[in-house]
């Protein structure tokens, strides 16, 4: 089969379709034939130098796919040959075939026009399973609450802002262009706020009446980490996912007292098979009757062959794209 390989650790023109060894499926693991994947910051990073895979993960980038299922591994019920499924990866989606363990497949979901097409699909699985963990499983947004989301037109903030309001809650984005902000609009964002001209912390308690933002999603990290305790309402909870904004930042824990506020910070890719699996499981009993009723979809801003890897990677790093760059086999 062929991969992309990474030939040393640098910029997108490292990136090399290679022919590897096939993989083959171990203990509760299935092979699937890969029709798409997707491309995520992680990979950028992994493509850099900076995000190793996990222990026993595959060495090609790549955090999701969707496709058939070629081959079963020992002990694996309730798949068979041939079913459509995406997949939630540790590492290797961007390759023609994959090894997944089972517990992180999910089947293609149904819409109100048919099943999805596994390219549209590829763009689900990493962002919905970490929007769900993070903003539902961890921080509890409930109906009636307001989330904050940092980099709404972002992949993940296309999802985030869609399964916040089908739960009943109201939505605040940032983002870096009028284009940008529009989509997240039309996506159904409530408050939207131009990150280069506006102070969000402002705007968000002046949309709230004062109050702030129960839950924020932040991609950015320390160089947020202020801005976002003031924007944050009484017992409102941060969940850090990224690190664009650096590592390092000052917290004003008297500040974050007074509000009885919670900051966290979490990581999909590292979790063990089983935590994943428990996430793929929440995400099928959840998400997927939404994308059924057509009250969410995948926002796939374009797609690029996947032998063309490095075109998508610099798409990424522009920074131009609304929601998920495809990568199609």
Same mark, same amino acid.
């Given at each position: 089969?062929h991969?992309?390989?990474?030939?040393?650790p640098?910029?997108?023109?490292?990136?090399?379709?290679?022919?590897v /060894? @096939?993989?083959?499926?171990?203990e509760?693991?299935?092979?699937?034939?890969?029709?798409a994947?997707?491309?995520?910051?992680? /990979?950028?990073?992994q +493509?850099?130098?900076?995000?190793?895979?996990?222990?026993?993960?595959?060495?090609?980038p790549?955090?999701?796919c969707?496709?058939?299922?070629?081959?079963?591994?020992?002990?694996?019920?309730g798949?068979?040959?041939?079913?459509?499924?995406?997949?939630l990866?540790?590492?290797?989606?961007?390759?023609?075939?994959?090894a997944?363990?089972h517990?992180?497949?999910?089947?293609?979901?149904?819409?109100? /026009?048919?099943?999805?097409?596994?390219?549209?699909?590829?763009?689900?699985?990493e962002?919905v399973?970490?929007?769900?963990?993070?903003?539902f499983?961890?921080?509890?947004?409930?109906p009636?609450?307001?989330?904050?989301?940092?980099?709404?037109?972002?992949?993940?903030?296309?999802?985030?802002?869609?399964?916040?309001?089908?739960?009943?809650?109201?939505?605040?984005?940032?983002?870096?262009?009028r +284009?940008?902000?529009? +989509?997240?609009?039309?996506?159904?964002a409530d408050?939207?706020? @131009?990150?280069?001209?506006?102070?969000?912390?402002?705007?968000?308690?002046?949309?709230t009446?004062?109050?702030g933002?129960?839950?924020?999603?932040?991609?950015?990290?320390?160089?947020?980490?202020?801005?976002?305790?003031?924007?944050?309402?009484?017992?409102?909870r941060?969940?850090v996912?990224?690190?664009?904004?650096?590592? +390092?930042?000052?917290?004003?824990l008297?500040?974050l007292?007074?509000?009885?506020?919670t900051?966290s910070?979490?990581?999909?890719?590292?979790?063990?098979p089983?935590?994943?699996?428990?996430?793929?499981?929440?995400?099928r009993?959840?998400?997927?009757?939404?994308?059924?009723?057509?009250?969410?979809?995948?926002?796939?801003?374009?797609?690029?062959?996947?032998?063309?890897?490095?075109?998508?990677?610099?798409v990424?790093?522009?920074s @131009?794209?609304?929601?998920?760059?495809?990568?199609?086999?």
């Open positions: 089969m991969a992309i390989t990474i030939t040393e640098g910029g997108p023109d490292v990136l090399a379709w290679t022919e /060894d @096939d993989p083959v499926p171990g509760g693991e299935v092979l699937v034939e890969v029709a994947g997707a491309v995520n910051r992680a /990979d950028v990073l +493509r850099q130098g900076f995000y190793d895979p996990p222990p026993g993960a595959s060495p090609y790549g955090l999701e969707a496709g058939r299922i070629a081959a079963l591994g020992p002990g694996v019920g798949w068979k040959t041939g079913d459509g499924v995406c997949a990866l540790a590492g290797g989606g961007y390759a023609e075939k994959v997944v363990p517990g992180q497949l999910l089947p293609l979901p149904d819409t109100p /026009d048919g099943p999805l097409d596994p390219v549209t699909a590829a763009a689900l699985p962002v399973c970490t929007v769900w963990s993070n903003v499983m961890h921080a509890g947004l409930r009636g609450e307001t989330l904050l989301v940092h980099g709404g037109a972002s992949g993940i903030g296309t999802m985030a802002i869609q399964l916040a309001k089908a739960v009943g809650a109201r939505v605040a984005v940032t983002a870096g262009s +284009r940008k902000l529009e +989509r997240c609009a039309e996506l159904g408050v939207l706020i @131009d990150y280069r001209e506006q102070d969000f912390a402002e705007e968000v308690r002046a949309a009446g004062g109050r933002a129960d839950v924020i999603l932040d991609i950015i990290g320390a160089k947020y980490l202020e801005r976002n305790v003031k924007a944050l309402a009484r017992g409102g941060i969940v996912i990224g690190l664009q904004g650096g590592v +390092r930042g000052e917290l004003n008297g500040a007292l007074a509000k009885c506020g900051v910070a979490t990581s999909l890719r590292g979790r063990p089983e935590e994943k699996a428990e996430i793929v499981a929440a995400v009993e959840h998400v997927w009757p939404l994308i059924a009723a057509g009250r969410v979809r995948p926002v796939v801003d374009r797609t690029v062959p996947m032998s063309n890897a490095s075109r998508a990677h610099r990424l790093e522009e @131009d794209h609304v929601g998920k760059v495809v990568l199609t086999v």
